[in-house]
């Protein structure tokens, strides 16, 4: 049987295909560089498996075309599920499994990497040094010892990032509905959204995407924290209303906001859009400013990562075959 993985990263592919070859060479797979949408999901037709990346549209219309088209199962190469209408999917009888962990140290680093960056300005360093520009004005950053990290999600990613934050000697600040003794343990402070964002010189989100956290960061949340503030958001782009966001850095606010993540990003991250005219005004009007870094939802990117995740989808599609239940399941099979 044929398994059709779909929005397969060229770097990615070799890891997948090696994957199922070394555990069930009778299911090779084809790999597919197109995402998930309603105008590729028939290209799944007789595919009883199939395999999406993070930015795939599981939604109702696409669920269906799989559906009538034979898929029984489908296996999300990634952690959040936000994407996929799990209810649809229970009503058409279609498994669902996601991979439920890997590396928090991928997203948690490249969360860190964004912070420096924004805080050092090493892009516009790096873009001055290539025109041969060795002037520091405007490179001023600032020390994060001392200065305080606010991590609204302290889960596996928000713990590993706190982990770092206490390497760098800052102050600990945490928000979630539970409380990670590990953090505690590193001398974070649980406190209330408004205080960790009012007194946090570092926020970074790593909360999961779902309707209590839809636009967590919304104007007055914008507000309350401080002028000078950096935000990170390695998570999902809902997390934040980028509109107000724009607003607040038009005002010259904040040092520094790293965002690898954007609420708009399905149909952009991911491709190369470079020739055509960017109908999104507010991502375009977010690439403007200096002190604003955009990543395309690369954190999870590492060999590590990847390696991981791909090696827990193989196992998700092993179980289903098996008729096994695990962790990963979101739909059983029914
Ligand atoms: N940018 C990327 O490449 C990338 C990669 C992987 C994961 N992510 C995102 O990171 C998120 C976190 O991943 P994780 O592995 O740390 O997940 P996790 O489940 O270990 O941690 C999530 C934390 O959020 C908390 N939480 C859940 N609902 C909450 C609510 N309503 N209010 C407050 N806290 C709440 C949980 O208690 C938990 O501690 C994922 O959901 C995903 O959206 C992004």
């Known amino acids: 049987m044929e398994?059709?993985?779909?929005?397969?990263?060229?770097?990615?592919?070799?890891?997948?295909?090696?994957?199922?070859?070394?555990?069930?060479?009778?299911?090779?797979?084809?790999?597919?560089?197109?995402?998930?949408?309603?105008?590729?999901?028939?290209i799944a037709a007789g595919h009883e498996i199939v395999s999406t990346s993070v930015n795939a549209d599981l939604g109702a219309a696409v669920l269906e075309i799989l559906a009538a088209g034979g898929t029984r199962m489908v296996a999300q190469r990634s952690t959040g599920f936000n994407n996929i209408d799990l209810k649809t999917a229970e009503r058409l009888?279609?498994?669902?499994?996601?991979?439920?962990?890997?590396?928090?140290y991928s997203v948690a680093e490249f969360a860190w990497a964004l912070a420096m960056?924004?805080?050092?300005?090493?892009v516009r360093a790096s873009n001055r040094t290539?025109?041969?520009?060795?002037?520091?004005?405007?490179?001023?950053?600032?020390d994060l010892h001392g200065r305080t990290a606010g991590v609204l999600g302290t889960g596996r990613i928000g713990e590993a990032f706190a982990r770092i934050a206490h390497g760098f000697g800052m102050r600990l600040l945490g928000w979630d509905v539970a409380e990670n003794a590990a953090c505690v343990g590193l001398g974070m402070e649980y406190v209330s959204k408004?205080?960790?964002?009012?007194?946090?010189?570092?926020v970074t989100l790593h909360v999961p995407l779902m309707p209590e956290t839809s636009r967590?960061?919304?104007?007055?949340?914008?507000?309350?924290?401080?002028?000078?503030?950096?935000?990170?958001?390695?998570?999902?782009?809902?997390?934040?209303?980028?509109?107000?966001?724009?607003?607040?850095?038009?005002?010259?606010?904040?040092?520094?906001?790293?965002?690898?993540?954007?609420?708009?990003?399905?149909?952009?991250?991911?491709?190369?859009?470079?020739?055509?005219a960017i109908a999104d005004d507010v991502l375009a009007r977010l690439v403007t400013f200096p002190n604003v870094l955009v990543t395309s939802h690369q954190a999870y990117y590492t060999q590590d990562?990847?390696?991981?995740?791909?090696?827990?989808?193989?196992?998700?599609?092993l179980d289903y075959l098996a008729g096994r239940r695990s962790e990963n399941v979101l739909v059983p099979r029914s």
Do not use: W
């Open 3 to 42: 398994i059709l993985a779909f929005g397969v990263q060229a770097d990615e592919k070799p890891l997948i295909e090696r994957a199922f070859r070394d555990h069930r060479a009778e299911h090779p797979v084809r790999c597919l560089d197109v995402f998930l949408t309603e105008d590729t999901a028939p």
């Open 93 to 104: 009888g279609l498994t669902i499994a996601r991979v439920s962990s890997y590396s928090p």
């Open 117 to 122: 960056a924004v805080n050092r300005r090493v």
């Open 130 to 142: 290539r025109d041969f520009d060795f002037r520091l004005d405007g490179l001023m950053g600032r």
């Open 194 to 202: 408004e205080r960790l964002l009012a007194e946090s010189d570092l």
């Open 216 to 276: 967590l960061i919304d104007a007055e949340a914008l507000r309350t924290m401080k002028d000078d503030a950096i935000l990170v958001n390695s998570s999902r782009g809902g997390l934040i209303d980028t509109a107000a966001l724009v607003t607040e850095l038009r005002a010259g606010r904040f040092t520094g906001v790293g965002l690898d993540v954007y609420e708009a990003e399905a149909g952009l991250f991911f491709l190369d859009r470079s020739l055509e």
């Open 305 to 317: 990562a990847v390696g991981q995740i791909v090696e827990t989808t193989v196992g998700n599609v």
